[in-house]
């Protein structure tokens, strides 16, 4: 998700503590090389009330450089250990009280100061250790069909593409927004990479636990790092490094874009309603895409495309969105993510002067999007805008929350609004969206296209995301032997 990642209010060093003690906190600290290092640059978390909920140690860059040169100087075990040593860490990662907190308290911190509902946490724990359980699974399902995976496999006698590693040691600057993208690196640790993460400042919960599960599991300290840093240092984890991914806005992409770090931005995800059938059979469909998991993440939908008249859909699925409660982060129940009350209230100016622009319509959310807790927390709450023209450029505005540009869309088109997306929800009848998605499948920068009813969030193991990560972190050579 493309809106800001770590608001200036999240860190509050100098916060005083609400009750007891900074030594009382749960304390996040680096993993190196020997263990953990509790690093003397301290910063306390606060929650979405402001409240401290943790300290985190931040390294410095020699520190960061030293463990870097560890990594790279260690060989990862066989193939077959680092399954079963991924899947032994899932559990850990599941089940197990870790740096002091047992699964309920990670999953409560990590709703209490991400701001993510505490459902969604509880749903992107799930998918990280089925990531972790299923990781042979998965990159079977990546390899090249015609790729062996050593060289000891009796095709390489004749001749025949061997899958290798591009590198050794690959670097994460992992997101905030969401835990759920933690499931993906997995992927580099099942290839043999070893790897090191440096944590958001907003979310360091989930990394800091899943680390811990993999150390836990058997992997070595020299196999995989948390290296917590400053701004000013988060480069040197890049550039220690053969290869690496990052999380982040149009910025990151254009500043990563093309290089040996994969950039992740937003997914302005769309969906495609066309006619031939009534839209009201597809509502709960899009409605979920929308808000599902809070609507924070890149695969929600941020664009409904309809041929015909788009403002029915657009009152229907108002009226739908305007019944989530108000809850904060923690409650089970709750559905919308919750940030603190100022940087909800930067979020929600930005959306009126954009909404205020000509050619749009409020059917939700037009007079503001905040609806504080008391506590010095606020809700996001949904929006929902009818645009004049598919090709307005506010198609593409994706936010932390569940916002939605509903806009007309005729055949003439083809599929030129639909470019960019991370994923194309096409809903309608198969005889009229099959070459529209044969296009879609054509277009490079369209990288998922569903048809039927699928929502645009979902994705299972062994189905890729925004392509394999296999597909950036390994290369095919040619092995012949005698």
């Known amino acids: 998700m493309a809106a800001p990642e770590e608001p200036p209010s999240r860190d509050a060093p100098d916060a005083p503590p609400a009750a007891g003690t900074l030594d009382e906190l749960p304390a996040l600290d680096a993993l190196g090389p020997s263990g953990t290092f509790r690093a003397r640059n301290r910063i306390t978390l606060t929650d979405v009330a402001g409240r401290p909920a943790a300290t985190l140690g931040l390294v410095p860059r020699l520190y960061v450089r030293r463990t ?236 409904v495309l309809v041929e015909g008249d788009p403002g029915p859909l657009a009152r229907a699925l108002a009226e739908r969105l305007a019944a989530s409660a108000d809850l904060p982060p923690e409650d089970p129940k709750a559905v919308l993510p919750v940030q603190p009350a100022g940087h909800a209230r930067a979020l929600e100016a930005y959306l009126l002067t954009r909404a205020a622009e000509p050619g749009a319509r409020a059917w939700l959310g037009g007079d503001g999007i905040v609806s504080e807790l008391g506590d010095g927390s606020a809700v996001l709450r949904p929006a929902v805008h009818q645009l004049e023209r598919s090709d307005d450029p506010r198609t593409g505005l994706e936010m932390p929350f569940p916002c939605v540009w509903v806009a007309p869309w005729s055949r003439a088109q083809g599929i030129a609004p639909l470019r960019g997306s991370l994923v194309v929800s096409v809903l309608g009848p198969d005889a009229d969206t099959g070459p529209l998605v044969d296009e879609l499948l054509a277009e490079p920068t369209v990288s998922n296209v569903y048809t039927g009813s699928r929502p645009t969030y979902w994705i299972r193991p062994g189905v890729p995301h925004d392509g394999f990560l296999s597909e950036f972190l390994m290369r095919t050579k040619t092995v012949a032997r005698d």
């Open 68 to 303: 870097m040169a560890a990594l790279r100087a260690a060989s990862p075990p066989p193939a077959a250990e680092r399954f079963a040593l991924l899947a032994r860490a899932g559990r850990i990662f599941a089940e197990d009280t870790i740096g002091g907190l047992d699964p309920a308290a990670h999953e409560r911190i990590t709703a209490r100061v991400s701001g993510v509902p505490l459902g969604v946490v509880r749903a992107a724990a799930a998918a990280v250790t089925e990531a972790a359980e299923q990781a042979a699974y998965i990159l079977d399902q990546a390899r090249p069909a015609g790729a062996a995976d050593s060289r000891s496999d009796p095709r390489t006698r004749r001749g025949s593409a061997v899958w290798t590693r591009r590198g050794s040691v690959f670097a994460v600057h992992a997101a905030g927004n969401h835990p759920g993208p933690h499931s993906l690196w997995l992927e580099a640790l099942a290839l043999g990479y070893r790897v090191a993460v440096r944590p958001s400042r907003r979310e360091p919960f989930t990394p800091y636990r899943l680390v811990a599960a993999l150390r836990a599991a058997g992997f070595g300290p020299d196999q995989v790092a948390l290296l917590p840093t400053g701004h000013e240092v988060a480069d040197t984890v890049l550039d220690e490094a053969d290869l690496g991914l990052v999380y982040g806005g149009d910025e990151v992409v254009a500043k990563y874009g093309g290089s040996r770090v994969l950039p992740q931005g937003p997914g302005r995800s769309k969906i495609l309603v066309t006619a031939g059938r009534d839209w009201r059979d597809h509502l709960d469909v899009i409605v979920d895409s929308v808000a599902h998991q809070g609507g924070v993440a890149c695969i929600n939908a941020t664009t």
